[in-house]
């Protein structure tokens, strides 16, 4: 059985793990763990409470495919900073986007525009562990749920999120007991601050660094995880082509460096990376002569980038 989402932080291609174990985006390793523990109890074969065959093999599907790839990245130090990260940006990125981003549950319209929407978000959380997984057939609904909150979270929150910030206290909020409402409110949240670290370029340095390790597949990841904030990043593009390019992947290669090049015409990476597609498809280099390899002295930049490897 397959799990699908399109409400929440899911809608943006963005698992949500946070949602998954309902816990809030800004909890500790201690608490991560605490309801991990209490969740894996009630959905492991040998301690599910299931009524039916049916409920029991739900549990377990539900257990291995949604519940412990969460707790594997978010009981994980280095991947659950490097996961805020992205969902700081994120909520950076949706902010500027705010007309169009909407939420259907009424407990995040009332987020959207509560004064103190920290306390109402974390005392919300709570309050839906307590029941999240009662019900097996209605989990997906309640991830989704709580996907919205996140959303309206991190929006509301852009550029502040840290990994194991510490938890104001909680005011008792109005929580909704029956199904989603079916009309949808736009989020119009304040508008966010400004990060001082690029998580973009985090991504790029470690990417070049892999590359020159030869560890392309790790490289592209990294640089495929870059576009998901930036898409229209020309470095991005041209940095992702060479990593095809070592691959093989030539065609794929050519579509990133004409990216880039429609992005920064004089992208020098692209440039070269494209001269290099050509020769090795048979097809004469369009425009001017000029190289970027001619601009470098054939070997400075392009012979770490592209390791003379290309004939």
């Known amino acids: 059985m397959s799990f699908k989402f399109n ?32 969740i894996a109890r009630r959905l492991h074969p040998d301690t599910c409470k299931a009524a039916s065959d049916a409920e029991k093999q739900l549990a377990g599907e539900l257990l291995s495919k949604l519940v412990n790839p969460a707790y594997k990245i978010l009981s994980h130090e280095k991947n659950r900073t490097e996961y805020i990260l992205v969902l700081s940006q994120m909520g950076k990125r949706l902010v500027q986007e705010a007309a169009s981003v909407e939420v259907s549950t009424d407990a995040a319209k009332q987020l959207v525009n509560a ?14 562990a307590e029941i999240q997984y009662d019900s097996l057939q209605t989990v997906q609904q309640t991830i989704s749920q709580v996907s919205e909150l996140n959303l ?10 840290s990994v194991a910030a510490a938890s104001p206290p909680v005011t008792q909020p109005q929580i909704p007991t029956t199904a989603p409402a079916v009309n949808k409110t736009p989020i119009v949240p304040p508008p966010p601050t400004q990060q001082q670290d690029s998580v973009v370029l985090h991504y ?8 020159a390790k030869n560890q ?18 020309s470095r991005c593009h041209s940095l992702i082509g060479v990593v095809y390019l070592k691959q093989n992947l030539t065609t794929t290669a050519k579509v990133h460096f004409d990216r880039a090049l429609q992005l920064d015409p004089k ?5 070269e990376g494209k001269r290099r597609v050509e020769q090795i498809t048979g097809h004469k280099p369009s425009g001017a002569k000029h190289t970027a390899s001619q601009n470098t002295g054939g070997d400075g930049l392009f012979g770490g980038l592209f390791g003379g490897k290309k004939k």
Do not use: W
């Open 115 to 128: 004064p103190n929407f920290e306390h109402i978000y974390k005392n919300t959380i709570a309050k839906i």
């Open 267 to 271: 992208n020098q990476v692209a440039l």
């Open 7 to 38: 409400r929440g932080l899911f809608k943006y291609d963005f698992v949500d793990h946070h949602a998954v174990l309902c816990v809030p985006v800004d909890a500790d390793i201690k608490d991560i763990r605490k309801r991990y523990l209490n």
């Open 204 to 211: 790029i340095r470690r990417a070049q660094e892999l590359m």
């Open 152 to 161: 309206v979270y991190v929006m509301r929150s852009a550029g502040k999120l």
């Open 216 to 233: 392309l597949t790790q490289a592209r990841v990294e640089l495929q995880d870059a576009l998901k904030l930036e898409p229209n990043n």
